[in-house]
């Protein structure tokens, strides 16, 4: 992904090997600065305060978390207080769990090596896991596009492609690519006519700071709207397809993800609008089938809700509160699309039925 040119992923090693830069996702899209982590502190620092985020970016942070641990102490206990404190740091994004437990697998098997640099080779290997998998998601789902642009010319003799994204599942939460934005970019690189209109995603907008500013920085024609209208434009022939990303998904295809997802859903499936949800491998959680029942919801300050931050008059980013004093708020950040509701999930393997069956027919090696 390019940002003003330069080619960028949202995390790297420095030039000495050991040092992780990452993008400071809570300064976009007014600010663009990158930050050094050099300790175990730091990565969990940047995961808790959103510095990054995103359900696979968090995966790929932990696991250069615990290199950075291991870069000070190479122990058994060091390894098992850097897992406790990174997968705390998170509680929704199933990534997380699924790197660290990728990381302690590698690491359990390398007795009397050198554990800093199996720490390292293991964490490269995962970020370049997260890459492939989201080209080719990128793939599969631009194919998909491809064929609902035809079908909408031939009923209605009418481009672009209107699709509909919420939140930010784009390269920020990704290592590069993204994953329900990478057939945006695929499909629009490959020359479809498309146009996205962008859920501002309340209250930490991601769609609106983060999509729209990568969806800018790629030259992707879109619209930013208010998160309530999404239903609207659908009773009016206005989306053709909705696409997202998921935080976790269960072994019968429901889909966790940013607030707001299961409203979208509703609402197109009343209007007969298609709900894609785009996901690597590291997102599925086999354990569970329930999403609804099982999955931990992430419970954020009231703050988020109470105030809102952007660009001042005088070009200065400022905080200011839109709730009266006094009113509580409740920031509940994620819920679950029910399988039912999903028309497709993507992944890297293909495109598969929301259920079960659907699942293990893409990913055999794990049917019981
Ligand atoms: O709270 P966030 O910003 O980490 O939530 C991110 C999302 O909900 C994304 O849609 C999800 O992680 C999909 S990732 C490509």
Redesign the pocket.
């Known amino acids: 992904m390019n940002v003003d040119g330069k080619a960028y992923r949202t995390i790297w090693l420095r030039e000495d090997g050991r040092t992780v830069e990452i993008i400071d996702q809570t300064r976009l899209p007014h600010e663009f600065v990158t930050v050094v982590l050099r300790t175990l502190d730091d990565a969990v620092h940047a995961i808790r305060s ?1 510095q990054v ?4 970016l ?1 995966g790929v942070t932990a696991a250069y978390g615990v290199c950075l641990a291991l870069g000070v102490d190479e122990s058994d206990e060091s390894f098992n207080a850097a897992y406790d404190a990174l997968l705390a740091s ?1 509680p929704t ?1 199933i990534n997380l769990r699924w790197a660290l437990g990728t990381m302690r697998g590698a690491l359990s098997g390398a007795a009397g090596d050198d554990r800093v640099a199996v720490a390292y080779e293991t964490a490269a290997r995962i970020a370049d896991d997260d890459v492939a998998s989201c080209k080719a998601i990128g793939e599969h789902g631009a194919e998909l596009f491809a064929g609902l642009a035809r079908d909408k010319k031939e009923q209605k003799g009418a481009e672009p492609l209107n699709i509909l994204t ?4 784009g390269w920020l ?2 290592v590069d690519y ?3 934005l990478a057939p945006v970019y695929t499909a629009f690189d490959a020359g479809l006519a498309l146009h996205v209109w962008v859920d501002e995603t309340r209250p ?1 907008n ?1 769609g609106a700071s983060l999509t729209a500013w990568e969806l800018g920085q790629h030259g992707v024609p879109h619209t930013v709207i208010a998160d309530n209208a999404g239903g609207h434009l659908m009773q009016h022939g206005r989306v053709d397809v909705c696409i ?4 976790r998904t269960t072994s019968a295809g429901d889909v966790c ?2 607030i707001g997802t299961y409203l979208k859903a509703l609402a197109a499936q009343d209007n007969g609008v298609p709900f894609y949800v785009a996901l690597p491998h590291s997102t599925i959680d086999w354990c569970l089938s329930d999403g609804i029942a099982d999955i931990p919801i992430e419970e954020r300050e009231a703050r988020e809700v109470t105030h809102i931050s952007g660009l001042g008059e005088d070009g200065s980013v400022i905080t200011v509160q839109v709730t009266p004093e006094g009113s509580p708020a409740a920031n509940v ?2 819920d679950v699309t029910p399988a039912r509701l999903v028309t497709g999930l993507i992944t890297e393997r293909g495109v598969a039925d929301a259920s079960a069956e659907g699942l293990v027919a893409l990913y055999p090696e794990r049917a019981e």
Do not use: V, Y
């Open positions: 959103m985020r995103g359900a696979p968090i998170r994004a919420h939140c930010n599942a939460a990704t993204g994953t329900a930490r991601q997202t990303g998921s935080d993800n940013k950040a994620f």
